[in-house]
């Protein structure tokens, strides 16, 4: 689910007062899937995102520390700079055992390898992660009370996205808020950059902003295969809220598990 909940957020920098908190209310679904519903709770300290309430999200500013708690055992993994150092490498390690491994398939075995790989935009070893493109497409859409602006993002010149964006100072979330977004997006952004994952920082979706292509606060992503759309993620709500400050802390009786580089990362 960190995947998943990294999926709805991204970065402007601003520098005014605190409000008392936002809290972003979102569906996603996939083609012939029920829709699921999430929640993102921002304040001036940290953010925490929550899907279904199984699995949350605890990032906070202040700490530097990402928190991902599972409800359903009451445990919690802590991502700080240090453990994320080692889990970093962890990965490479990993990483170069499945170049050495790749070395030694036979030609049609490495070409189904890449292939999956290339489809899960996961870049070979020792290979630049792929370039995600913005331009505008010159139109505009309505989503409730929004009109936003249209970017399609394009790898290796294939459309694989849809970004609806509306002008951040009407969207409601304020300066301190979106200034704890940058922090979390420039935290993940860095991790998945260390270990060689950077492409999947160039898409993430409502409610974060990820690359300087595009202007705006996202509210609606469009994910494409094929011309097809696959995969829709909106935002339906932001709402001002006094939001507890035990929102952003690890509930009392949750224990510490340990990191897992790959598991924690499928959000």
């Known amino acids: 689910m960190a995947m998943r909940l990294f999926y709805f957020f991204l970065t ?28 993102i709770y921002l304040d001036n300290v940290g953010m925490r995102a929550e899907t279904n309430g199984d699995t949350v999200v605890i990032f906070r500013k202040d700490k530097g520390v990402l928190w991902i708690l599972n409800n359903a055992d009451k445990t919690y993994v802590e991502l700080d700079k240090n ?14 055992m499945m170049q050495d491994k790749m070395a030694k398939m036979s030609v049609a075995e490495r070409a189904q390898m890449e292939k999956a790989m290339a489809e899960n935009n996961i870049p070979l070893p020792n290979q630049a992660p792929p370039k995600m493109t913005y331009t505008k497409a010159g139109r505009k859409e309505v989503l409730g009370n929004w009109t ?41 952004k860095d991790f998945l950059k260390d270990m060689n994952l950077g492409g999947f920082t160039d898409f993430v979706g ?54 897992n580089p790959i598991g924690d990362l499928d959000m």
């Open 148 to 188: 936003a602006d249209v970017y399609e993002g394009s790898r290796n010149g294939i459309k694989v996205n849809e970004i609806w964006t509306i002008d951040v100072g009407t969207s409601g979330v304020g300066v301190s808020e979106t200034a704890v977004i940058a922090d979390y997006v420039k935290f993940m």
């Open 83 to 96: 453990t994320m150092t080692a889990m970093t490498a962890k990965m490479n390690e990993a990483m170069k």
């Open 12 to 39: 402007f920098l601003f520098c005014t007062n605190a409000l008392a908190g936002v809290m972003l209310a979102s569906t996603e679904s996939t083609v012939g899937s029920k829709g699921i519903e999430s929640r």
């Open 206 to 259: 409502p409610g974060l902003v990820s690359n300087e292509s595009y202007q705006g606060f996202p509210v609606k992503t469009l994910a494409f295969e094929n011309g097809k759309t696959t995969a829709e993620t909106q935002i339906t709500s932001i709402q001002k809220q006094s939001i507890p400050s035990t929102q952003f802390e690890i509930p009392a009786g949750y224990t510490k598990a340990q990191a």
